[in-house]
C-alpha cells in the first residue's frame, strides 16, 4: 500500500472489544432480494461474500423487527425465531471472508409499501409523507409502540444467536424511529410525542438485549441529519438527538447522507460540512462513521482528515468489490469508478438489485 493511504487501514477496537481490522465499512444497502418467507437467497449471501474481504465490518440491508415494517420486496426477515438460520447464514458468509457483520434493524413505519403489509400502514401519527400518492398511516396505540420497541430487542437477540457482531438501529432515511423524531411525522400528545422518547427506548431495549451476549457485540446508531419538510428535522434537532445519544455508551454513530461533504439546510449558523459539525458534538465520546459518494482512494483520504473516525462506502462497493484490496496492494489507479452495466455476473450482484440500478438512471456512477 502506498503510505498515503496508510491511515485508511489504522485498525480500531469498539467500546464493546469488536475490532476493527481498519477504517472501511461496507454501507447497509437493500438489495430486495431475499425468498417472500424472508429468508435469505443464495445470490444474496454471494453478494456479500464477495465484498467482504477487505473492509473490516459489513452492514447489512435493513432487516425489518416486525411484519408491518416491512418496508421492501425482498426485504430479509428478523422478525421472528425461526429467521434465525437465516440470519446467521448471512453473518457467516460474511465473516468468513474476514469482516465483522453487523446486522441493521428497522421498521419502515409509513414508507411501507401497502401491499407488503396488508394495507396497514402504521407511524407515530397519521400524517403522510409529503411524496404524492403517499399513504395515511395508521397512529400506532400505545401498547403497539411498546411491542414495536420490545421487537428491536428480540431481533437484537435473534442477531446473538445468529452469531452477529453486532446491530445498527437505522433511525435514518425517514422510517419509523426517524418519524418518532420528527416533528412533521409526530404530532402525538402522549409520552411518545416528546420527540427523543421512542428513539431513545428503542436504544435502552437493543443495549440490554446487547448486554446478554457472551462475546463482544457492538450497537451503533444511524440518522439522517435534516429533513427537507417544514417542520422537520433540522441540524440543531439533530445536535440535541447526539447529545442524548452520546450518553448510551453506543459503539458507533453513523451519519446517512448521499454526499460526504454535505453542508447544512437550516438549524446551525455555520459554513462546516454536516458532518464536521456532527463530528465536534460527538467530540471523543463515540466514533462517527462519514459516508456518502466515496469512490476513489482520494475520495476516502480526503474525508478521513475532516476527523470522522470511520468510513462507509456503498455504491462504491458494489461498483468494485474489490476496492479495499486493490489500496491495499498499492493499486488505487485500477479502481472502477463506473458501474460495467455489462458485467452483471463478475460483480456478482444479484437481479433484483442490478435492475433496481440500471433502471434508475442517476442513481450510480455509469447509468
Ligand atoms: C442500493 C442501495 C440500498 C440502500 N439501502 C439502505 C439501507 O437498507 N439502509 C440504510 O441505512 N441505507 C441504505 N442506503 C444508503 C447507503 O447506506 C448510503 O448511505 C448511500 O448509498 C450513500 O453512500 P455511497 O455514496 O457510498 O453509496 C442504500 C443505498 C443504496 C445505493
Avoid at 60 to 73: D, E, I, L, Q
Avoid at 159 to 183: K, T
Wanted: overall charge negative; hydrophobic content about 40%; charged content about 25%.
Amino acid at each position: 500500500m502506498k503510505s498515503t493511504y496508510s491511515a485508511l487501514f489504522e485498525k480500531s477496537s469498539l467500546k464493546s472489544g469488536v475490532e476493527l481490522k481498519n477504517r472501511l465499512i461496507m454501507a447497509p444497502m437493500t438489495n430486495f432480494s431475499s425468498h417472500e418467507d424472508g429468508t435469505v437467497t443464495d445470490a444474496e449471501v454471494s453478494y456479500y461474500a464477495r465484498r467482504s474481504e477487505g473492509v473490516a465490518a459489513v452492514i447489512t440491508a435493513c432487516t425489518y423487527v416486525t411484519p408491518n415494517g416491512k418496508g421492501f420486496p425482498g426485504e430479509f426477515a428478523g422478525d421472528r425465531d425461526e429467521m434465525i438460520p437465516s440470519l446467521s447464514r448471512l453473518a457467516s458468509a460474511i465473516q468468513e471472508k474476514g469482516a465483522k457483520a453487523i446486522l441493521q434493524i428497522f421498521h419502515g413505519g409509513r414508507m411501507v409499501p401497502p401491499h407488503l403489509v396488508d394495507g396497514d400502514v402504521v407511524s407515530a401519527s397519521s400524517v403522510p409523507a409529503e411524496a404524492e400518492g403517499s399513504p395515511v398511516p395508521r397512529a400506532l396505540s400505545a401498547d403497539e409502540v411498546e411491542e414495536i420497541i420490545h421487537a428491536f430487542g428480540e431481533t437484537t437477540r435473534r442477531a446473538i444467536e445468529a452469531g452477529y457482531d453486532g446491530v445498527e438501529i437505522h433511525g435514518a432515511n425517514g422510517y419509523l424511529i426517524q418519524q418518532f423524531f420528527s416533528p412533521h411525522s409526530n404530532r402525538r400528545t402522549d409520552q411518545w410525542g416528546e420527540r427523543l422518547a421512542f428513539p431513545m427506548a428503542v436504544v435502552d431495549a437493543v443495549k440490554k438485549a446487547a448486554s446478554k451476549a457472551e462475546r463482544p457485540f457492538a450497537v451503533g446508531y444511524r440518522f439522517s441529519p435534516e429533513e427537507p419538510e417544514t417542520p422537520g428535522i433540522t441540524m440543531a434537532d439533530t445536535l440535541s438527538l447526539i447529545d442524548a445519544l452520546k450518553q448510551k455508551n453506543l459503539d458507533y454513530l453513523h451519519v446517512s447522507l448521499g454526499e460526504f461533504w454535505s453542508e447544512p439546510r437550516r438549524g446551525v449558523e455555520d459554513s462546516r460540512t454536516r458532518l464536521e459539525i456532527i463530528k465536534e458534538r460527538a467530540g471523543e465520546d463515540v466514533p462517527v462513521i462519514g459516508v456518502g459518494s466515496i469512490y476513489t482512494a482520494d475520495d476516502a483520504m480526503k474525508a478521513l482528515e475532516t476527523g470522522v473516525d470511520l468510513l462507509a462506502i456503498g455504491r462504491g462497493l458494489i461498483i468494485e468489490p474489490d476496492w479495499v484490496q486493490k489500496v491495499e496492494s498499492g493499486r488505487e489507479e485500477t479502481i472502477a469508478v463506473k458501474i460495467d452495466q455489462s458485467a452483471q455476473d463478475k460483480l456478482v450482484v444479484p437481479d433484483p438489485l442490478w435492475n433496481a440500478i440500471i433502471q434508475t438512471p442517476g442513481w450510480f456512477p455509469g447509468v
